[in-house]
T-cell receptor, first 113, second 114 residues
Framework: GDSVTQMEGPVTLSEEAFLTINCTYT??????LFWYVQYPGEGLQLLLK?????DKGSNKGFEATYRKETTSFHLEKGSVQVSDSAVYFC????????????FGTGTQLKVEL | EAEVAQSPRYKITEKSQAVAFWCDPI?????LYWYRQILGQGPELLVQ????????DSQLPKDRFSAERLKGVDSTLKIQPAELGDSAMYLC????????????FGQGTRLTVV
């Protein structure tokens, strides 16, 4: 079935460092891809999305590009801040699979001064 | 700003006891989702409602879990009897129309079964 694999955490970075969180997917068709963020004590929030190959999703300085050839959707940010500390989830929807969100296991990011 | 309300935020229960969680979606949202998030894993859909009707409960362990949304507004998720493996965060989400990516999530109820 459809699945998402993302790098394990926790990831600890210094403020202003470059961030990459890897995400790869397995799907029989062409899913829509998402990154969600869960800040401490808050609900899950949609961070960005891409619905077709070569699309780039972006929000709050974060970017991810839908790469069909490598089945990847890596999350990047050029300069992280302490306020970016959170758990990040990669997810997909394959409409042929009942239109369900399938999440990865999450990657915890901690940004230190 | 409108938000999805869940209660309680935390619940500790003994195994074999009954436990219930409540969710109040954003006003006007017809679609409601319950997810379970086990520690170290991503959320997994348990049940989806469209108004008061169940759209998908294929992953709901129906021998012990039940969910209802009687008037198509707020919803209750019940576990009876609770087992140690039910310890998890239970998330509720709602959306104006179908499409889980359009949903807004509540803060969740953290259940610990002892």
């Amino acid at each position: 079935g459809d699945s998402v694999t993302q790098m394990e955490g926790p990831v600890t970075l210094s403020e202003e460092a470059f961030l990459t969180i890897n995400c790869t997917y397995t799907a029989t068709g062409y899913p829509s891809l998402f990154w969600y963020v869960q800040y401490p004590g808050e609900g899950l929030q949609l961070l960005l999305k891409a619905t077709k190959a070569d699309d780039k999703g972006s929000n709050k300085g974060f970017e991810a590009t839908y790469r069909k050839e490598t089945t990847s959707f890596h999350l990047e940010k050029g300069s992280v801040q302490v306020s970016d500390s959170a758990v990040y989830f990669c997810a997909l929807i394959f409409t042929g699979g009942g239109n369900k969100l399938t999440f990865g296991t999450g990657t915890q990011l901690k940004v230190e001064l | 700003e409108a938000e999805v309300a869940q209660s309680p935020r935390y619940k500790i229960t003994e195994k074999s006891q009954a436990v219930a969680f409540w969710c109040d979606p954003i006003s006007g949202h017809a679609t409601l989702y319950w997810y379970r998030q086990i520690l170290g894993q991503g959320p997994e859909l348990l049940v989806q409602f469209q108004d008061e009707s169940v759209v998908d409960d294929s992953q709901l362990p129906k021998d012990r879990f039940s969910a209802e949304r009687l008037k198509g507004v707020d919803s209750t998720l019940k576990i009876q009897p609770a087992e140690l493996g039910d310890s998890a965060m239970y998330l509720c989400a709602s959306s104006l129309r179908q499409g889980p990516e359009k949903a807004f999530f509540g803060q969740g109820t953290r259940l610990t079964v002892v």
